[in-house]
């Protein structure tokens, strides 16, 4: 395989297939996509173009589009509007479009947090952090090159591994537990039985500044099928994004008891130099290299 | 081209059907161009998985100058930069740190491509990035060197040399085995 023409015809000729869990994967994942994006279309063609063709646009439709125009960016700004109730479905949707997240448990009466998670939608990575003092452990996903370092405060080491599909699927489950935010993993999963309401905020403790208080309380399984257990999730809510910014859980196992707080999450939004900065803290910028993180990254400036 | 257009407007409207028909008739190449690019099936199955996803998302704003193949095939090397870049720099400090080898010669990918084939990917994976996209893009994906040069904003005869110097090199590496 030496002459040009040679490698030329073997280069035409290299082929590959998917495999069939690829094409279901990726046909599953591009339907779901395909709902939001024909859905989104106009909105985003609107956004794209500038306003002076927007106003010929505009002043070319025909007046019923016009009028919907008109309900949609009224509908829009409600939204907005500091005092518009949103529902469960809202938070959750507000929360997964977050690009950066820092969410925060504790126990109930508890100061220090027993896990941290950082998500970077942005740089594609997760960052844990568990246990506390020396025996404090980080675990970083890099998914972008699927490389999983975890770092160990008591031997001050730092162990690195290939990230297998098994271990995100983990990944996932394990994250979706700890994160203590929302108790169902969409709007979906809400039973049936759940209420979700407004809270009076004169009967809340805690204040947090700028939400307001949401409870969604339903019925769950309990150590006996006899006896179902009452759950309740706090939200505190920002009043303007509709992101969470705290969530209390309770629980009680007979409809008379009151309430049991168990624990509490605070979540923040840093952004993505932050988590890059705190990375580059916990892992140690490269021996070499001063000033060059070990870890890079998906820098969303490069999309 | 009139099918793939209607194909198209149907998938404007929300048509699964016409998405699973366009994955269908695009993935084997995109996927051999991705792993061509970056000699990592893995990685080239993501790049794959994330064109098609964010291909169907934006589909509402969809507006194609050229044809859908070369629409996707770019999409397929922008993303396959962006793994590249980050995966080289991130190798190369772990490397340096003694903490894990290249994963170049990985089991799982040796048995993904024939004998003959492994040898020529390995050989594409030696060249310049900028080299071994005008051959992959001019050889596997079937684009002309215009085509090539448009989509990478620079001249033909930029994207020819290119080409002349990164089959050179190919044919040396290539001698040496």
């Known amino acids: 395989m030496n002459s040009p023409d040679h490698i030329e015809r073997a280069i ?22 395909l709902q939001g994006g024909v859905q989104k279309g106009p909105l985003e063609v609107g956004f794209d173009i500038g306003v002076w063709r927007t106003a010929l646009t505009i002043r070319m439709a025909k007046p019923a589009l016009v009028a919907a125009a008109i309900l949609v960016a009224i509908a829009l700004l409600l939204r907005v509007l500091p005092g518009a109730q949103p529902t469960i479905g809202e938070v959750h949707r507000a929360f997964a479009k977050a690009e950066n997240t820092c969410v925060t448990t504790f126990q109930a009466g508890k100061t220090e947090p027993f896990q941290q998670l950082w998500t970077s939608q942005t740089l594609n990575v997760k960052l844990f952090k568990v246990g506390a003092g020396n025996q404090t452990q980080f675990a970083l996903w890099d998914m972008p090159i699927r490389v999983k370092m975890t770092k160990f405060l008591a031997s001050d080491s730092v162990q690195t591994e290939a990230i297998t599909d098994q271990m995100l699927a983990e990944l996932d489950k394990s994250a979706a537990q700890s994160v203590r935010l929302f108790p169902f993993s969409d709007a979906n999963g809400v039973p049936e039985d759940a209420q979700w ?20 309380a339903w019925t769950a399984a309990g150590a006996a099928p006899e006896a179902p257990a009452r759950r309740k999730c706090r939200l505190f809510v920002d009043i303007r994004t509709h992101l969470p910014k705290r969530a209390e859980w309770y629980a009680k196992s007979r409809p008379e008891d009151e309430y049991t707080f168990e624990t509490f999450t605070l979540v923040s939004y840093p952004s993505e130099s932050e988590i890059q900065d705190l990375i580059r803290a916990t892992f140690g910028p490269h021996p070499g290299q001063p000033d060059e993180p070990e870890y890079i990254g998906t820098p969303g400036t490069e999309r | 081209m009139l099918e793939e257009r209607r194909l198209i407007g149907e998938l404007k409207r929300g048509d699964k059907e016409a998405l699973r028909q366009i994955y269908m008739e695009h993935k084997d190449n995109l996927l051999t161009i991705a792993a061509s690019l970056l000699h990592d099936p893995h990685a080239a199955e993501d790049v794959l998985h994330d064109v098609f996803v964010s291909f169907a998302a934006a589909v509402g704003g969809l507006q194609l100058r050229g044809g859908l193949k070369n629409y996707l095939v770019a999409s397929v090397v922008n993303r396959a930069r962006d793994v590249f870049r980050k995966k080289r720099h991130h190798l190369v400090e772990l490397e340096q740190a003694g903490q894990v080898a290249s994963d170049s010669d990985g089991p799982e990918r040796l048995a993904v491509f024939g004998e003959e084939s492994r040898l020529l990917t390995d050989a594409l994976a030696q060249i310049p990035m900028e080299q071994r996209e005008t051959i992959v893009l001019h050889l596997t994906g079937g684009m002309k060197f215009k085509e090539i040069a448009r989509m990478q904003g620079i001249a033909i005869s930029t994207v020819q040399g290119r080409y002349r110097y990164g089959l050179e090199k190919l044919r040396m590496i290539l001698r040496d085995r």
């Open chain 1, 12 to 33: 035409a000729q290299l082929h590959l297939r998917t495999r069939a869990e690829t094409d279901r994967r990726i046909l599953d994942d591009a339907s779901a996509a």
């Open chain 1, 197 to 216: 309401s407004a809270v009076d905020q004169s009967q809340v403790a805690t204040r947090v500044p700028e939400t307001k208080v949401y409870d969604l």
